[in-house]
């Protein structure tokens, strides 16, 4: 019995996890710009891919990891520069869907430069899982919850400690004020898709040795990690976190004491009886959060 | 002249809010810009500041063009301005919002500015890590002006700094504006409380829809009848 649940509970937090990055990754762009990127899963999508690919082409692990890092940032920038930038003082509904637009070329660009298999990577530190009350739990796993961890560390630090940091957040508190100050906010945009990008393409890789990628895995990814944001209130960075680990706990109980079948459609349900009930997410209006 | 506006044009999409300006300013003069609510005042500073284009016409800051340049140039040239309404950022604290008013001073010595505008504004220093959204009206209007002097600037532009302030705070206000010219800062001063601006300012321009229709010394204005008659209520 509570061996189970435990069960579930990790495979839970594993995933929820990923959601949570993905749902930070909104909350930084849409704090910046207002904008919701929908091309957040395919941040995802590239990172795993990308080291997938490149591993397979003799890269030492470590540093495919760094390049694919690296080369989401780079595809998250030209993003925020080529398609989303020229589109602004456009209503912020046309750059949504620029968006879209730009998650489905995303994909397609994916499947042409690489191909439409599934990919894995060997687990970090090995596969002997460790036990824990009766439940099994991968090293895998603890890679996935700790990496994420050590992100939103970074995060904290990045918003709280570091100048640049801060100007984004009075650039989202107050664009005004912020350009007023000497705040360069074409930067502050473009560092907020470096940013998400760098939070999406982390998470693709941790996962990919426990569920594998492919050039589509950025479709369910996002949504889920959309609705994690909007469940903790779009635009509050502790909101997205806690949001993204209810998801993911959701999901896993619902997979194991319904159906499998249910999986993914508890991220559709929540972000339905979120817009319906508590338009504001479980963190209320943003305003005096912190990321 | 440190600024010179000429011709200056600006639109909000068909509508025009400026039209013809013809401004000059001197180092180290105060000067007052008045005028009925919807006359232009806020949009001719935003133009000065680059976060309002212009359609037309020149702004000059120390004989260099900048009418194009980007808003944080013009920061990083000695432009500061206190916005209309304080615009402080609420969830950051004090020290914060003080903080990032120095952001284009790559190197600076923040800690001595600190030390300066709490000296100016002691209120600042019994609030410095409590979030800017806490203050009273006043005292977030010190903290925006603290804020716009944090970038030292050489031409400090002031929207409605009085604004639905009480008549005690307003009065500190003015005299911090009068300290600042005599301790050597160009200021250009936005009021609706045109007798109180034109009694402390050099020289002075009336706006009207988008026009300025007078200028003059500051106590010639004052006393001026047109001026009198359509904006200090006597
Ligand atoms: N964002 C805007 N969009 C359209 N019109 C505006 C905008 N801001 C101001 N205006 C118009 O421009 C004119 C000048 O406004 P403003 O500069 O705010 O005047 P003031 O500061 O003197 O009260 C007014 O007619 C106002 O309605
Ligand atoms: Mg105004």
């Not at chain 1, 929820?16 to 909350?27: N, Q, T, V």
């Not at chain 1, 999508?45 to 990308?50: E, L, N, P, S, V």
């Not at chain 2, 600037?153 to 300290?179: H, N, Y």
Request: charge should be neutral; charged fraction near 15%; glycine fraction near 12%.
């Amino acid at each position: 019995m509570f061996a189970a649940f435990l069960q579930y509970l990790f495979a839970g937090l594993t995933s929820g996890a990923i959601y949570a990055l993905a749902g930070l990754g909104f909350a930084i762009i849409f704090n910046a710009s207002h904008v919701i990127n929908f091309a957040q899963g395919e941040f995802i999508m590239i990172g795993g891919m990308a080291t997938t690919a490149l591993v397979a082409a003799g890269t030492p692990l470590p540093l495919a990891i760094v390049l694919a890092i690296l080369i989401t940032m780079a595809v998250g920038m030209a993003l925020e520069k080529f398609a989303v930038e020229p589109a602004r003082g456009a209503d912020v509904t046309a750059i949504i869907i620029i968006t879209i637009g730009a998650s489905i070329f995303l994909r397609g660009a994916a499947q042409v430069v690489w191909d439409k298999e599934f990919h894995s990577l060997p687990a970090f530190s090995g596969e002997t899982p460790l036990d824990v009350a009766g439940a099994t739990l991968t090293p895998q796993s603890l890679w996935v919850v700790g990496v994420s961890v050590a992100m939103i560390v970074l995060l904290w630090w990045f918003f709280n400690r570091t100048l640049f940091g801060k100007a984004m957040l009075a650039t989202s508190y107050n664009r005004l004020a912020a350009q007023l100050a000497g705040v360069a906010v074409k930067k502050v945009l473009l560092a907020s898709f470096a940013l998400s990008a760098m939070l999406g393409a982390v998470g693709g890789i941790v996962m990919t040795p426990i569920t594998f990628t492919n050039y589509e895995v950025g479709i369910m990814l996002g949504l889920k990690g959309f609705s994690a944001a909007v469940l903790g209130g779009l635009g509050n960075g502790m909101g997205a976190i806690v949001g993204g680990l209810i998801v993911g706990i959701a999901e896993a109980l619902a997979a194991g004491y319904l159906s499998s079948a249910y999986k993914d459609a508890i991220a559709f349900v929540i972000i339905l009886l979120v817009l319906f009930f508590m338009p504001n997410g479980l963190f209320g209006k943003r305003g005096s959060e912190r990321v | 002249m440190l600024l010179e506006i000429s011709a200056l044009t600006c639109h909000y999409g068909r509508i025009q809010a400026l039209d013809g300006i013809e401004v000059a300013i001197a180092e180290g003069e105060l000067v007052a810009l008045v005028g009925a609510n919807g006359a232009g005042k806020t949009t001719l500073l935003r133009c000065l500041s680059g976060v309002q284009p212009a359609s037309a016409g020149t702004i000059r800051f120390d004989g260099r063009d900048i009418t194009r340049l980007a808003p944080e140039e013009r920061v990083a040239l000695g432009i500061a301005q206190v916005p209309e309404g304080r615009q402080v950022w609420g969830p950051l604290t004090v020290e914060d919002n003080l903080r990032l008013g120095a952001y284009r001073r790559r190197g600076a010595d923040v800690a001595a500015d600190h030390a300066r505008m709490v000296a100016m504004f002691p209120i600042l220093e019994t609030k410095w890590t409590q979030p800017a959204g806490t203050l009273s009206g006043g005292q977030q209007q010190m903290l925006a002006i603290a804020r716009a002097l944090m970038a030292h600037p050489r031409l400090l532009l002031l929207d409605e700094p009085s604004m639905g302030l009480a008549p005690l705070l307003v009065a500190e206000i003015f005299r911090t504006v009068e300290a600042l010219k005599a301790g050597g800062t160009t200021v250009f001063l936005v009021e609706q409380n045109a007798t109180a601006a034109l009694a402390i300012a050099d020289r002075g321009y009336v706006l009207e829809t988008g026009r300025v229709v007078i200028t003059d010394d500051g106590r010639a204005l004052l006393a001026d009848e047109r001026v009198k008659e359509a904006y200090l209520g006597l």
